[in-house]
């Protein structure tokens, strides 16, 4: 079964530097891989994904991710944070079979951009 | 509008009563999906549908819960005879997907519903 890791709850930065929200998976397959942001009282709405191709993807709002299939990684990154990127960031995954296309959604991570 | 549209936004019921919500789609989409939020957790999956066939089911989803896609277009996910643990945010999404995987799509989700069972 395919399953999502997302290893920090929280992640702080201060406005302007760099941010990286981790993301692991572990699939039997092929992976289609996916990030989501929440805004409180929200729905998820869509970043990014990679599906095949280039293992940097880029994305809205200025956000990119890199695919890296030996260490089963998808993090999200962001050269320069912004306050209005703190939300709630979801990675998920879907296999690439003919089953179970659905998407397994991390536990998430809060950002706090921090002015 | 032409996103994900969810009815209604927030259901207060109370515990044994039946509820039922709806999901418009995105028009042209052939996938919908249901899931359920709980406060700070990531969405976890309940059933999917391509185009009006259930596909997949959850193991969350027990005997009190129902999902229909009749025609294929929008859909409605029952909940019978409600307990406190459902309470919970309900999220549909819907996407379009080709034959071929390699066209798999991005979903697209409401608002949601929140459910608060008293």
């Known amino acids: 079964a395919q399953s999502v890791a997302q290893p920090e709850d929280q992640v702080k930065v201060a406005e302007g530097n760099p941010l990286t929200v981790k993301c692991t998976y572990s699939?039997?397959?092929?992976?289609?891989l996916f990030w989501y942001v929440q805004y409180p009282n929200r729905g998820l709405q869509f970043l990014l994904k990679?599906?095949?191709?280039?293992?940097l993807v880029k994305g809205s709002y200025g956000f990119e991710a890199e695919f890296n299939k030996s260490q089963t990684s998808f993090h999200l990154k962001k050269p320069s944070a912004l306050v209005s990127d703190s939300a709630l960031y979801f990675c998920?995954?879907?296999?690439?079979?003919?089953?179970?296309?659905?998407?397994?959604f991390g536990p998430g991570t809060r950002l706090s951009v921090l002015p | 509008d032409t996103g994900v549209s969810q009815n209604p936004r927030h259901k207060i019921t109370k515990r044994g009563q039946n509820v039922t919500f709806r999901c418009d789609p995105i028009?042209?989409?052939?996938?919908l999906y249901w899931y359920r939020q709980t406060l700070g957790q990531g969405p976890e999956f309940l059933t999917y549908?391509?185009?009006?066939?259930?596909?997949?089911k959850s193991r969350l989803l027990s005997d009190r819960f129902s999902a229909e896609r009749p025609k294929g277009s929008f859909s409605t996910l029952e909940i019978q005879r409600t307990e406190q643990g459902d309470s919970a945010m309900y999220l549909c999404?819907?996407?379009?997907?080709?034959?071929?995987?390699?066209?798999?799509?991005?979903?697209?989700f409401g608002q949601g519903t929140r459910l608060t069972v008293v």
């Open positions: 028009s042209e989409h052939n996938r």
């Open positions: 990679y599906i095949t191709g280039d293992n």
């Open positions: 699939v039997s397959g092929n992976p289609y």
């Open positions: 549908f391509q185009n009006e066939a259930q596909l997949e």
């Open positions: 999404a819907s996407s379009l997907d080709g034959v071929a995987l390699t066209s798999a799509r991005e979903a697209f």
């Open positions: 998920a995954v879907r296999l690439s079979d003919n089953y179970g296309q659905n998407f397994v």
